[in-house]
Every structure is written in C-alpha cells, then in structure tokens.
T-cell receptor
Framework: KAGVTQTPRYLIKTRGQQVTLSCSPISGHRSVSWYQQTPGQGLQFLFEYFSETQRNKGNFPGRFSGRQFSNSRSEMNVSTLELGDSALYLC???????????????FGPGTRLTVL | QKEVEQDPGPLSVPEGAIVSLNCTYS??????FMWYRQYSRKGPELLMYTYSSGNKEDGRFTAQVDKSSKYISLFIRDSQPSDSATYLCAMILLMDSNYQLIWGAGTKLIIKP
C-alpha cells in the first residue's frame, strides 16, 4: 500500500509570491491534515479536511488556505509569502477524523519551502 | 508558558542504555497522548498512543501517563543506534465535535554505538 505522498519535495520562492503544495493520502483515507514544522516553533497544526470540508483549523493567518478534492487529495496554498513561512510542510492522512483518538495519522515526507 | 513542554535535547546515551523521554503539560483536559518518532528528512511516525494514566508497553517501548502530575514519559529499553531520531509528544483535547492537537517541540535522541 502506497504511503502519503507530497509534491514537490523542495521549493524555493521569493517574498510576495504564492505557492501551492499537494498531498495524496493513503488510498481509502478520508481525513487529511496539514502541519508546519520549524526549528523554533516545532510542529503546528494548520487545518484538517474531511470529505472535502475543512473541519478544524489552527491559528494561522488567512494567507494559508487549503482544499480537498473528491478523491481525498488535498492542496495547501500560501499567498503573499513571507520569510517566516520557510518551513517543512507536512501532510498527514487518517482513515477517519483524528478526533476519535485511537485513529492513526500517517505522515508524508513533507515539502521543504524556502522563502528568499 | 507553552501548553506542552518538551526538552529539545540533544540527549546522547550509549547503546543498550534505557532512555527516558518526557513531556509536561498544563491543561488537565488533555485526553489522548501520543509519541511519534521522526527521522531526519522524514515525516513523524506514530510509536505509542494512550488515553489513560498508567503504563502501556509495546516491545522495547513503554509509554507512561501520570494525569495527576500532568506528565508523560516514553521509555526505550535496550536502545539501538537505529533509535536515533527526534521524538515528539502530542496531545489531543476533545471539544464538542472538534479537537485540538498540541505538539511538544521534540527531543533529539542520539544513541552512540
């Protein structure tokens, strides 16, 4: 069974640009969550999508947005990039919503975004 | 004060030693506790999950939760160089029909051969 895939793996952008990251969950998984990981802040939850609807959202500005398609694939968009957006962006999928507690999240390898 | 505190390390121990990794938290309403392992250039992978106070064992790993002290631990017995990674604790707080997931900063563990 293929794992969670994320594209691209590495990305370099300049301030003010926008970027779209893609995540393909494990086949059959309906929940996709996005995280930002930086050395200073650690892992921070961005948002969760389930059945094409955003179900949960972290404390990030509106420049960060996402969507989920009918095949559960998800995209994350960051507009008007800032230097502080440089981070590893991780996507995780699970069979159902993580709120069940016992559900396992499987992470992708991440997209390393560098903003110059 | 962060909701979840975790010493970033690095923690360096010799092969075969027992490793103890810890997190403390401030919100007594956290209900689920997890430990993840993250190798360099990889995403985190779930190691242990628990929801009650006490110990849970899985092979060389034991997760311990003390809700009265708001403290969780992960013990690794007979540590191996392949255990060298960053270990993250995470906690879930259920709120109505939604949840809040809070992560520790991660502890970098180095097992010396």
């Amino acid at each position: 069974k293929a794992g969670v895939t994320q594209t691209p793996r590495y990305l370099i952008k300049t301030r003010g640009q926008q970027v779209t990251l893609s995540c393909s969950p494990i086949s059959g998984h309906r929940s996709v969550s996005w995280y930002q990981q930086t050395p200073g802040q650690g892992l921070q939850f961005l948002f969760e999508y389930f059945s094409e609807t955003q179900r949960n959202k972290g404390n990030f500005p509106g420049r960060f947005s996402g969507r989920q398609f009918s095949n559960s694939r998800s995209e994350m968009n960051v507009s008007t990039l800032e230097l502080g957006d440089s981070a590893l962006y991780l996507c995780a999928s699970s069979l159902v919503r993580l709120a069940g507690g016992s559900d396992t999240q499987y992470f992708g390898p991440g997209t390393r975004l560098t903003v110059l | 004060q962060k909701e979840v505190e975790q010493d970033p390390g690095p923690l360096s121990v010799p092969e075969g030693a027992i490793v103890s990794l810890n997190c403390t938290y401030s919100n007594s309403a956290f209900q689920y506790f997890m430990w993840y392992r993250q190798y360099s250039r990889k995403g985190p992978e779930l190691l242990m999950y628990t929801y009650s106070s006490g110990n849970k064992e899985d092979g060389r790993f034991t997760a311990q939760v003390d809700k009265s002290s708001k403290y969780i631990s992960l013990f690794i017995r007979d540590s191996q160089p392949s255990d060298s990674a960053t270990y993250l604790c995470a906690m879930i707080l259920l709120m109505d029909s939604n949840y809040q997931l809070i992560w520790g900063a991660g502890t970098k563990l180095i097992i010396k051969p």
